[in-house]
């Protein structure tokens, strides 16, 4: 079955609706003209799902599932815009010069879709707690089966100290804060702190997070950590996916009480649908190739942004908003009027915010010097709800969170 409309109306389809494919969908319906353009969103999971606050959602029972999993109703504006709930199994360009079209987005079951110009913005494939299934449901029952493993164990170990492990570390102790204990005689000197749960991080890494920051953020962050009552073992690996019913050792042979283990190593680039384009266009690491203008290299009519494209710079949220979004809109917006795409793409500041629980974390800001800020300015941005109200605000969906 192939879906499309009269060939006077160019078709983009944006392909993922996570960050970067709502933002594109959002700027492009505020731009194109209904009458000569048709713009589809195809994303795999009926409602959006903003990563970055699940880890909360995990780790707090008390948090709402609607500031994770949120309604598309509203992400074309006044545009009529198509969704379609899918995946999207490959991309097929077009090969014959008598047919004018791009080509087709081949999805998983017997639809095609035509397109004229394709947008991917399929993001990371993550494991373990990031591991979301598709369906409402099962996105619901994944949530419960970890809020019931983080609540019923005793010692976590997490394995990665990027951003994704500090964060979780912090949400787990935010949830379950660590108590004083008094004894008598005198109380002023019989005090201790009693951990409720034990987290031990074991990175890679000389210091938490990437060698792209400096040393004073990365101490910084570590020490924040440790005053919380964080382990940390560096320089230190948890391979693979141990077996759960055994005693658990890291690659250099450290053993470690576990009965959690959370796996924050990183995601993965998903742009399996592009395997079979034709010249390949996936690196080594199966990262996209693009141009400068996020055009998809030797495929002019296909373009590339967010997690999956292959670029010299970290894979962060803040690029996607203050670099690529913009890029992607005017050049399509330049291809669909008949000209030569010419906004370029070359680098967007490292700015990073590691929220520690709600109420505090630090931020980095790549500009100057480097600047460095604590918890005052990382709960201003980001600890506080995760910038789920600035999300929903930019999906233009109001600031109470759907109903679970």
Same mark, same amino acid.
């Given at each position: ?19 970067? !494919? ?21 994303? =795999? ?21 609607? /500031?994770?999993?949120? =309604? ?36 998983? !079951?017997?639809?095609?879709? &035509? ?8 993001? =990371?494939?993550?494991?373990?707690? &990031? ?13 419960? /089966? ?33 108590? &004083? ?47 919380? !009552? ?9 391979? !693979? ?6 005693? %658990? ?27 079979? %384009? ?38 962060? &949220? ?34 990073? /915010? ?28 980001? /600890?506080?709800? %995760? ?18």
């Amino acid at each position: 079955m192939i879906s499309e409309k009269s060939s006077n109306v160019k078709t983009v389809v944006v392909v993922g609706g996570g960050v970067a !494919g709502a933002e594109v969908v959002r700027g492009l319906s505020s731009r194109l003209n209904p009458e000569k353009h048709r713009l589809v969103l195809i994303t =795999s999971r009926p409602r959006y799902t903003f990563l970055p606050a699940s880890l909360r959602l995990l780790a707090s029972q008390d948090t709402p599932l609607g /500031s994770v999993f949120m =309604s598309y109703s509203t992400v074309f504006g006044k545009f009529p815009g198509e969704i379609k709930i899918g995946t999207v199994t490959s991309i097929e360009e077009n090969k014959d010069p008598a047919f004018k079209r791009g080509g087709f987005i081949v999805m998983k !079951g017997d639809e095609k879709i &035509l397109y004229d110009v394709v947008v991917v913005a399929t993001g =990371s494939k993550w494991d373990g707690h &990031l591991a979301f299934p598709d369906d409402e449901e099962g996105f619901k029952a994944h949530v419960k /089966s970890w809020q019931k493993k983080i609540r019923d164990a005793d010692n976590i170990v997490v394995a990665g100290g990027g951003a994704v492990g500090i964060e979780m570390s912090g949400e787990i102790k935010d949830a379950y804060p660590a108590s &004083l204990s008094f004894c008598s005689k005198p109380l002023y000197l019989m005090t201790s702190i009693i951990q409720t749960k034990s987290i031990t991080i074991v990175h890679a890494n000389r210091l938490l997070l990437g060698d792209m920051y400096p040393d004073k953020f990365r101490n910084d962050i570590e020490t924040r950590l440790r005053l919380r !009552g964080v382990n940390i073992i560096f320089n230190d690996t948890i391979e !693979g996916t141990p077996n759960p019913h055994a005693p %658990l050792k890291t690659g250099n042979g450290i053993s470690l009480p576990c009965d959690l283990l959370v796996l924050a190593r990183g995601g993965r680039p998903n742009t399996s649908l592009l395997k079979y %384009l034709r010249p390949n266009v996936l690196s080594d690491r199966g990262y996209i190739r693009v141009r400068p203008t996020l055009q998809i290299d030797r495929h002019p009519n296909m373009f590339a942004l967010g997690d999956v494209i292959d670029w010299p710079e970290a894979k962060q &949220l803040t690029k996607i908003s203050m670099g690529h979004t913009a890029v992607v809109i005017a050049n399509v917006m330049s291809y669909l009027g008949g000209k030569a795409p010419k906004k370029t793409y070359t680098k967007s500041p490292e700015i990073l /915010s590691i929220s520690n629980g709600r109420t505090g974390g630090a931020s980095y800001v790549g500009l100057l010097w480097g600047l460095t800020f604590g918890n005052y300015f990382t709960k201003l941005v980001k /600890s506080d709800d %995760l910038m789920v109200g600035f999300v929903r605000k930019a999906m233009g969906l109001g600031q109470e969170c759907e109903k679970d």
